[in-house]
């Protein structure tokens, strides 16, 4: 595909952002987003992984899977890198940021099986992206769910004392504000669009 890696990158945060547009990596944004820092914590770690796993799968699928002919196994050795690069990220957090770290719990870990990532590295690998746009189609749709997830988090620290029929506090306004989220990023799509 010829898409000039900046154009891809803004239309990954925006108008192709895989949280918003595709709905992958729901569960951890949804019950992380409770708190500012944490979500803030979340974001860059899938942010981290989600570039580093798509440009080394991309290197996986190019010079090990394919030459070995071994696409039947390709789901089950991107998420065996993905769960590698998760790993020594949470060996980093933990030693970096403990406090981080617990606030994060079991999300942290389940970052290997964020639908979110895979489906990066699976959109990656189906629409043959060069190495230049996998890394900067990584890279944006990791800066787009870390947008999402803080965005959210802003809004539902409002939201919370804001007053509002009984029936819609908590999960209800949540999902109606991660729709008027989805619909404003769609509208960007007669600016930057990517098929």
Request: aromatic share 12%.
């Amino acid at each position: 595909m010829n898409i000039n890696p900046f154009i891809l990158f803004f239309a990954s945060i925006l108008t192709s952002n895989i949280l918003l547009t595709n709905f992958l990596g729901m569960c951890s944004y949804i019950s992380i987003s409770k708190d500012l820092k944490s979500s803030n914590g979340l974001g860059m770690a899938v942010t981290f992984v989600m570039t580093v796993t798509t440009v080394l799968n991309w290197f996986v699928y190019r010079y090990v899977i394919v030459p070995l002919s071994l696409e039947y196994l390709r789901y089950i050795i991107f998420i065996i890198v993905i769960a590698a690069v998760v790993q020594v990220l949470e060996m980093l957090i933990d030693r970096l940021s403990p406090s981080l770290y617990i606030t994060l719990g079991i999300f942290l870990p389940l970052i290997t099986v964020n639908c979110a990532i895979l489906g990066v590295t699976l959109f990656m690998q189906l629409r043959n992206y060069s190495l230049i746009q996998s890394l900067f189609y990584g890279l944006g749709s990791g800066m787009g769910w870390w947008l999402a997830i803080v965005l959210l988090a802003a809004i539902r620290k409002r939201t919370d004392n804001a007053p509002a029929p009984v029936g819609l506090k908590g999960t209800g306004l949540t999902f109606i504000t991660i729709g008027i989220m989805a619909m404003a990023f769609i509208g960007f799509s007669g600016m930057i669009q990517v098929q």
